[in-house]
T-cell receptor, first 112, second 113 residues
Framework: RKEVEQDPGPFNVPEGATVAFNCTYSNSASQSFFWYRQDCRKEPKLLMSVYSSGNEDGRFTAQLNRASQYISLLIRDSKLSDSATYLCVVNARPGNNNDMRFGAGTRLTVKP | DAGITQSPRHKVTETGTPVTLRCHQTENHRYMYWYRQDPGHGLRLIHYSYGVKDTDKGEVSDGYSVSRSKTEDFLLTLESATSSQTSVYFC????????????FGSGTQLSVL
């Protein structure tokens, strides 16, 4: 089983739609979680951290469910510019900040 | 802009030849990383460095070596390239005071024929 798993998609949604992605992780001791965004043929860029209490940044909401070992990303009022691949990242070795594990990504396409 | 430059941006080479990729940073960050990205696998850590001449292996280190003789440069070497090393390689830095957030270079597309 992979340490971090994501639904690869693709998710094809119309502008204005709400879309949610989940990501599961295998190490119950993991403490740090992130969502990165990667545009086609570009480098990944940090979108947001995921806190235990959940966090929101504009149209984006990230949540953590420790009991079920998954994190989620909700995008409201989707824009064309949200089209990208979203990468889930988990610190698989608590105490070792050098071993971040990446999911394979969920591809989102927002259409007019 | 995290001040990270990768070179070359694209390289085509033949099986069995040595290849070195360079990562250069301008902001004196202590931690530097090499990842590879392949379809269906996401990014996987190859090697990382926590200071000059201090390096350690990552998840997929076989067939790769690294060197860091200066804070600003982190080199990734494929001693004898194989077709399975065809991939996109990303360098990243982690600001020591910034927790676990990573900032990536633009990547190097390597094709081994």
């Amino acid at each position: 089983r992979k340490e971090v798993e994501q639904d690869p998609g693709p998710f094809n949604v119309p502008e204005g739609a709400t879309v949610a992605f989940n990501c599961t992780y295998s190490n119950s001791a993991s403490q740090s979680f992130f969502w990165y965004r990667q545009d086609c043929r570009k480098e990944p860029k940090l979108l947001m951290s995921v806190y235990s209490s959940g966090n929101e940044d504009g149209r984006f909401t990230a949540q953590l469910n420790r009991a079920s070992q998954y994190i989620s990303l909700l995008i409201r009022d989707s824009k064309l510019s949200d089209s990208a691949t979203y990468l889930c990242v988990v610190n698989a070795r608590p105490g070792n900040n050098n071993d971040m594990r990446f999911g394979a990504g969920t591809r989102l396409t927002v259409k007019p | 802009d995290a001040g990270i430059t990768q070179s070359p941006r694209h390289k085509v080479t033949e099986t069995g030849t040595p290849v070195t990729l360079r990562c250069h940073q301008t902001e004196n960050h202590r931690y530097m990383y090499w990842y590879r990205q392949d379809p269906g696998h996401g990014l996987r850590l190859i090697h990382y460095s926590y200071g000059v001449k201090d390096t350690d292996k990552g998840e997929v280190s076989d067939g790769y070596s690294v060197s860091r003789s200066k804070t600003e440069d982190f080199l990734l070497t494929l001693e004898s390239a194989t077709s399975s090393q065809t991939s996109v390689y990303f360098c990243a830095i982690r600001p020591g005071q910034g927790g676990e957030k990573l900032f990536f270079g633009s990547g190097t597309q390597l094709s081994v024929l």
